[in-house]
């Protein structure tokens, strides 16, 4: 594949900010003046660049809890290159507060910060990003307007330690409440945990989606190289975001935008990039989204293409042991694109926010710690990708993330046992006349992005406790539903058409056999053609159902999760117009 070239912008130019600013005006005079009650002198409205700074801080949104410090370094930064530095508080999605889900507000967040893009004076973007949905969203904002943008993370938090055990933030509350209904671990116990789970400013300290998605922004060339892996308290942190401002004013002047980086060779990157960490399954929605508003043809076919031959070498929670700090010091994501460079599964030309190519940025790193990040003969799996499942109970595809899962289920045959939504299961699970097993499956419906509405992370049900307490952590699990990046087990997720929708999920009942076959990618309801027509014929929706707000628009106009599970008239780069001054 032949690399876009990329040649920069003449310089001066006419900046975009310039619109606003520029002249003796009524107009220029009006915008210039308002700003200026800041005490800004009247020489920063020459025709430097405008630099907004996307800030996601919120006091609700621990994870980013500290952005506004690291905001002072971006603004350090621009002000050393020679741009005007404005902060903008834009949408913030806590993954820990947001209800029904974080995910329902992903795309909301990316129309709200896409319009502050668009209709203020700014000719780029320094986007602030941290917790889960604040990555995606405002890199499907950056995609839409594409101004000039780079991405700068908050950072994971240091590791967590309990009783002389590393805890992994997401992946122990998950192990540490099983322990307490199989009757492991008491209640006192998980509380006393508690306080040992998040004990720095940042986000998960696992690989989970938000480590993932600052990945999949370095893997994509969108943000500086090094950046993914870097601990939120640690100084090189705050240098990161220092010279993230001074890098996006030279971004402007040469007019390096988005859709130059975000080719279809930096989401081939990503992808197996996302194989080779052990990443969240999460990010097989986010990608398609993020291309979907770049404009870049992907599917889920690229998922399982570019993916599937990829081993797994990062030895972190929840597919291996370490956490994010070792990670880091081990010479983070760089030393993955190194590895995946040298094995041919990396676009080595795909250019990247510091103007040279991906290769020429990672080719000299070198690996400190080869426990954590694995020589290849020592994978994890030796197909670390996200496998994509089809067959009639996913006609459209479903996602499966191997490293997570138990070897010995990814070939399962077993009994449905179905819940028709997330209240049946909280309602049935913990009862011990449930009709269950270890060899069972588990089906949980009406949980996509048009089901809960949202498409929470509920797909790794908790299994029932008395399969539990005969010491059994792991059951095959299929949903439409989405799981958090820091969960594990044998789980299938995604199942689209999902069953709001009418899906063939919709219509699976309790004792129906299903096969799970990963090797071969097949997900198969063993009901005849005519059978499950009948059913499908017979289907009506039971979800809630939204009426206004939000909530209703969402619903009426959110795609499947096998495309992205974008709004459908949010598709597209719309481009930055400046349009027509009103005053």
């Known amino acids: 594949m032949t690399a876009k070239t990329f040649t920069p912008a003449p310089w001066p130019r006419r900046l975009r900010s310039q619109e606003w600013y520029a002249g003796q005006s009524r107009d220029a005079i009006y915008h210039r003046g308002w ?3 800041q005490g800004y002198p009247h020489d920063l409205f020459d025709g430097r660049p405008v630099i907004g700074i996307m800030n996601t801080w919120s006091d609700l949104t621990p994870c980013n809890g500290h952005l506004r410090e690291l905001a002072e370094k971006v603004k350090a930064g621009v002000w050393e290159a020679g741009g005007f530095p404005v902060e903008v508080p834009v949408f913030s999605a806590s993954e820990s507060t947001f209800r029904p889900t974080a995910m329902m507000f992903r795309n909301l967040a990316a129309m709200a910060v896409e319009e502050a893009m668009r209709g203020q004076p700014i000719d780029g973007a320094v986007l602030m990003v941290g917790c889960d949905k604040t990555t995606p969203s405002l890199l499907m904002a950056a995609a839409s307007t594409d101004i000039p943008s780079i991405v700068v993370s908050g950072g994971p938090m240091l590791n967590g330690y309990f009783r002389g055990e590393r805890v992994g933030s997401g992946t122990h509350l998950w192990k540490f409440s099983e322990a ?7 209640q006192d116990e998980f509380l006393e945990a508690e306080q040992s789970m998040s004990r720095s400013s940042g986000s998960c300290n696992t690989m989970g989606t938000a480590s993932t998605m600052a990945s999949m922004a370095e893997a994509l060339g969108m943000a500086l190289s090094g950046n993914a892996a870097i601990p939120a308290v640690d100084s090189r942190r705050r240098t990161m975001a220092q010279m993230t401002g001074r890098r996006i004013v030279q971004m402007v002047r040469d007019d390096l935008k988005p859709s130059d980086i975000m080719t279809k060779q930096a989401f081939e990157n990503a992808i197996r990039t996302n194989g080779a960490i052990g990443g969240s399954t999460n990010a097989v929605i986010h990608i398609l989204a993020i291309a979907g508003r770049v404009g870049v043809d992907l599917t889920l076919d690229d998922w399982d293409r570019c993916g599937r031959d990829v081993a797994t070498i990062v030895n972190l929670m929840p597919s291996g042991k370490y956490l994010m700090e070792e990670f880091f010091y081990a010479g983070g994501l760089p030393v993955v694109l190194k590895r995946l460079g040298e094995g041919g599964q990396l676009q080595k030309d795909a250019l990247t926010v510091s103007g040279r190519t991906i290769w020429e940025e990672v080719k000299d790193v070198v690996n400190h710690n080869e426990d954590v990040i694995l020589p290849l003969e020592k994978a994890l799996t030796t197909q670390g990708g996200i496998a994509v499942l089809k067959g009639n109970l996913a006609p459209k595809g479903a996602v499966l993330k191997p490293s997570a899962a138990s070897e010995h289920l990814l070939r399962h045959r077993g009994r ?7 209240d049946d299961y909280k309602a049935r699970i913990n009862d011990d006349a449930l009709d269950i097993d270890e060899t069972c499956i588990m089906v949980l419906k009406n949980c996509g992005p048009k089901g809960y509405p949202g498409m929470a992370e509920v797909g790794n049900m908790g299994l029932p406790p008395k399969v539990l307490r005969k010491g059994i952590t792991d059951m095959v699990r299929i949903s439409d539903a989405r799981m958090s990046g820091t969960a594990y087990g044998t789980v299938v997720l995604h199942t689209s058409p999902e069953a709001a929708a009418g899906g063939p999920l919709a219509v699976v009942r309790t004792g129906d056999i299903i096969e799970l076959d990963v090797p071969n990618r097949r997900l198969h309801l063993e ?20 009426t206004s707000g939000y909530a209703w628009l969402h619903q009426a106009h959110v795609e499947g999760a096998d495309t992205g599970a974008d709004l459908d008239f949010l598709k597209g780069c719309r481009g930055n117009p400046v349009g027509k001054d009103s005053h």
């Open 180 to 186: 307490v209904k199989a009757g492991e671990m008491t």
């Open 35 to 37: 700003l200026k009650n």
């Open 527 to 546: 009901v005849s053609d005519d059978e499950l027509a009948a059913r499908l014929a017979d289907w009506a929706p039971v979800h809630e159902q939204s």
């Open 416 to 422: 449905a046992v179905v819940f028709e939504d997330i």
